[in-house]
DNA sequence: TTTAATGCAAAAGATTTGCAACATG
DNA sequence: CATGTTGCAAATCTTTTGCATTAAA
């Protein structure tokens, strides 16, 4: 656990809120599973979260995981880490660039700035390991997806 | 095709001088693989891939795809959007942040810069959708993977 | 001719779905 | 009590692997 007892409090109290707000049942599992993302910074998958989870709910089931994780990101409270459902892309442009991607299709086209090419990390970064690119990556929704009802 | 036909010869060129020079088979395959990646810039996956390439090579089998790009990788011909061989990670923390990933190993840490979080991106992203937010992602070998030798 | 690469079919890994039993509001 | 949620098992989808055949060098 490396979030503070308070804040993860404070998620779950938020998590309560959104859910009688909506009409969502409070399960013991859903709790279970949302304390566990939100007690982390090391952005696990679901079978770690499924682990996890396990401990205190044994009989809990990797799909109820699954099921939980996506309901939270559709209340917007959690997120995921690149496109979810979306298949190994290949890039053959080797040229330094920065993405476009639309978080809704995947959509993804290259950009160019030559004030991006040269941005200040804070030092900070310098203890997870060693930098080889910076690469921005802009989020947000196509052209074509704009056009269309949302269906998630 | 949206790239020079010159661009794309010579990318063909290239490929073509580094496998001679690692002792690597110039198949038909192989060529045509690298020919439809080479000609795009909308990034598509294996299956994409593979439909196109069947145009021209109408016996070749989406594994070998799979193993032409996986080669093309490791000579650094063309690269992946995102971790390749990741699963889905999940992320709790709602506030404005970077991440610093591990090319190697999947390992994602957030970190801050009061900086990064006002770019101004070029008014060329704007032809592509509506921004909704904008992140820095920084590409590197993490502490733990430095101290290990390259598997593949 | 030697060795690596291909295509096929089957396997493996991640995620989703149908459905009967169960728990929440 | 009504309805939404769970756990299970089976299904689906993407990607990988073993192996006999084929093609490069």
Redo the contacts with the bound molecule.
């Keep these: 656990m490396d979030i503070l007892k308070q804040d993860v409090e404070d998620r779950l109290d938020h998590f309560t809120n959104v859910?009688k707000a909506k009409?969502?049942?409070?399960?013991?599992?859903?709790l279970e599973i949302f304390r566990k993302v939100a007690e982390t910074t090391d952005h696990p998958?679901?079978?770690q979260i499924f682990q996890r989870v396990r401990k205190s709910?044994p009989?809990?089931?990797?799909?109820?995981v699954?099921?939980?994780l996506?309901l939270l990101r559709d209340l917007g409270l959690v997120a995921t880490l690149g496109v979810?459902?979306e298949?190994?892309r290949f890039d053959a442009n080797l040229t330094k660039h920065h993405h476009f991607v639309c978080t809704r299709c995947g959509f993804t086209r290259d950009f160019y700035s030559d004030d991006l090419n040269k941005l200040n990390l804070p030092e900070s970064v310098d203890q997870f390991g060693i930098v080889t690119t910076t690469q921005v990556e802009v989020r947000g929704i196509c052209r074509e997806c704009s056009g269309k009802a949302y269906t998630s």
């Excluded at 009409?23 to 859903?30: A, D, N, P, S, V």
């Design positions: 859910c009409g969502i049942k409070l399960t013991h599992q859903r998958d679901a079978e709910v009989t809990v089931s990797l799909d109820t699954y099921r939980t996506w979810p459902h298949r190994t």
